[in-house]
């Protein structure tokens, strides 16, 4: 068998078309006048009170987070890195920290986490401040 010899099993069944003349004329079964032979949705009050309660979407919206952002905390460097090792995002990435998101390397933000007992060399990555000041205080 052969696509062009391919056939459905049943017939396609045709749309409805109303207001067109013939047996579902004019009204179309809606029947004369009033909100239901209108046009539109018709919203139960309650879902329209519901919808009314909403803020409009208008303006200052907050700030929005970056997809792009893996976290780390300080502990997990702890226990994966020996003493005086780089730290970056590639090879965090070799050391199963992180993963690549959408086959990219992201970025990297340290979190303060943890505790750290070694001196670690930090590149190409964010700290968050509590993560800032144990890794200044172990360097001193």
């Known amino acids: 068998m052969q696509i062009h ?4 099993k049943h017939k396609l069944k ?3 078309r109303i207001g067109r003349g013939g047996k579902r004329g004019t009204y179309s079964g809606k029947g004369i006048k009033g909100q ?3 046009a539109g949705r018709k919203f139960a009050p309650v ?4 919808i009314k ?4 979407l208008r303006g200052y919206k907050s700030k929005k987070r970056d997809k792009n952002l893996a976290n780390v ?3 997990d460097l702890d226990k994966k890195f020996k003493e005086s090792e780089v730290v970056n995002p590639r ?3 070799e050391k199963r920290l992180i993963r690549r998101i959408k086959g990219k390397i992201p970025k990297v933000k340290i979190l303060g986490r943890g505790e750290l007992t070694k001196k670690l060399t930090i590149k190409n990555c964010e700290m968050s401040k509590s993560a800032k000041e144990k890794i200044n205080n172990y360097a001193e």
């Open 73 to 75: 905390n300080i502990g």
């Open 47 to 50: 879902i329209r009170e519901l």
């Open 14 to 16: 045709k749309k409805k």
């Open 53 to 56: 309660k909403y803020p409009k």
């Open 36 to 38: 239901k032979s209108r």
């Open 5 to 8: 010899q391919l056939k459905p």
């Open 91 to 93: 090879v965090l990435i």
